[in-house]
């Protein structure tokens, strides 16, 4: 059974930085591809970036250049990396793996963590 867990969430202020990270248990994420998705209140789970075994990477626009998302394999974690934070990237982050073929495609995902509040005030 895989397990993730992800931690890093907190308060931070617009343009401030935070660093999230999700650990596996149970397996690796060395053939997985890894997702970061998130939910804000009342709204729907959105894709926020994700990694290949390739390290191939993706982005929502609207995180493009600002979030860096990065893999430690030896350590078996994930990392997310987000700067010049907005109050609008204020959610719940979840990290998610899965043999995808589409990395935004959250559906396409096996394995859920719990989630991590990210609240970033103005």
């Known amino acids: 059974q895989v397990q993730l867990v992800e931690s890093g969430g907190g308060l931070a202020q617009a343009g401030g930085s935070l660093r999230l990270s999700c650990a596996a248990s149970g397996r690796t994420f060395s053939s997985y591809a890894v997702g970061w998705f998130r939910q804000a209140p009342g709204k729907e789970r959105e894709f926020v970036a994700a990694i290949r075994w390739s390290d191939t990477t993706a982005y929502a626009d609207s995180v493009k250049g600002r979030f860096t998302i990065s893999r430690d394999l030896a350590k078996s974690t994930v990392a997310l990396q987000m700067n010049s934070l907005k109050p609008e990237d204020t959610a719940v982050y979840y990290c998610?793996?899965?043999?995808?073929?589409?990395?935004?495609?959250?559906?396409?995902?096996?394995?859920w963590g719990q989630g991590t509040q990210v609240t970033v005030s103005s």
């Open positions: 998610a793996i899965g043999f995808v073929r589409v990395l935004s495609a959250d559906r396409q995902y096996d394995y």
